[in-house]
């Protein structure tokens, strides 16, 4: 039973070291893309493969993004207890499982279409350069919001070899999303930030411009899908979510303007959380009952 459970509690640092309970903040609107862009009708071998580019591509850009951050990590207070800082995952087991994890990715890409095998490449390059990006500019947070709204984008090119402009409007809706609680999130750094010269919204403009900013992103966002809605022809039961998710993001600044960081990770995982999967719920009641009505 020992090396069941050596091999059990491996698996759990792996799964620590890559946060894997935030695929929550992407893999909804993944899935909301492929119900859209099939009408409803999912084909279940797509799917699949759509899931596995996710998560892989994911699993490698945060594996890569711990070794790259790993010095930093290990002076900060507040990530020195991650896997790869106490030694629950070695450095070595890291970079193993950050390759398997991108050679994975490309594998799924080249099972989907030939254009999703050739910009495999391209978007492992944004994911893994975007670990570099606080060491070079603090429009960082838009970088990592590139990264995940590749996803919705990327179904597009899984299902029809091709981008649509539906698809672009909720990746770049999911990239100001993303961006504006980055921010947020990067405010627990703001002062290791400017120790250590690495660069953020909050390290280069202080808190309260910070939000400020991250409040523009999220009214941007619910513009940016509301315009997707427009252009899919979408329904009632879509605008119901969205109308749900933009209480969800005016919550979320409520809650840091009345309790300032104190309450963060409520802010952080809580709602966004919550965003994502009631806009998944809601988006995919709209496309089974009202898209497809005659």
């Known amino acids: ?10 698996i759990l640092h792996f799964t620590e070291l890559v ?11 993944v899935l909301m893309s492929l119900f859209l862009v099939f009408d409803g009708n999912v084909e279940m071998r797509t799917t699949l493969w759509v899931i596995a580019c996710m998560i892989s591509a994911r699993s490698a850009a945060m594996s890569f993004n711990r070794i790259a951050d790993f010095h930093f990590d290990r002076k900060n207070k507040r990530t020195s207890g991650r896997p790869l800082q106490t030694g629950k995952v070695k450095l070595a087991e890291a970079w ?17 279409n030939m254009p999703s095998f050739i910009l495999s490449f391209v978007a492992l ?6 670990s570099f990006m606080k060491r070079l500019t603090w429009l ?13 984008v990327g179904v597009w090119v899984a299902v029809r070899a091709d981008i649509e402009p539906v698809g672009i ?6 990239a100001l999303w993303v961006a504006g609680f980055d921010i947020i999130y990067a405010t627990q750094d703001q002062d290791f930030d400017r120790e250590e010269g690495l660069r953020s919204i909050p390290s280069r403009f202080g808190t309260g411009n910070a939000l400020i ?45 009345k309790h300032g960081l ?23 009641i709209d496309i089974l009952f009202y898209r497809r009505l005659p």
Not at 1 to 10: D, F, L, Q, Y
Not at 96 to 112: D, E, G, H, K, R
Not at 141 to 152: N, S, T
Request: charged residues 10%; hydrophobic residues 55%.
């Open 1 to 10: 039973m020992e090396p069941v459970r050596t091999i059990g509690s491996k």
């Open 262 to 284: 104190s309450r963060i990770n409520e802010a952080f995982f809580t709602v966004n959380g919550a965003v994502s999967v009631l806009f998944f719920l809601f988006s995919v």
């Open 19 to 29: 946060k894997f309970e935030h695929s929550v903040f992407a893999l909804p609107y």
């Open 96 to 112: 193993v499982f950050t390759v398997i994890m991108a050679l994975a990715f490309v594998f799924s890409s080249w099972m989907l």
């Open 213 to 257: 900013i991250s409040r523009f992103c999220h009214i941007v966002t619910v513009g940016m899908f509301l315009a997707a809605g427009f252009v899919s022809d979408m329904g009632p039961y879509y605008y119901t979510g969205l109308f749900c998710v933009t209480l969800c993001l005016f919550y979320e600044h409520l809650i840091l303007k």
């Open 169 to 174: 409007l909720l990746g770049a809706g999911v």
């Open 140 to 152: 960082s947070h838009w970088v990592l919001g590139i990264c995940l709204g590749l996803g919705p």
């Open 125 to 130: 390059s944004v994911l893994f350069g975007y």
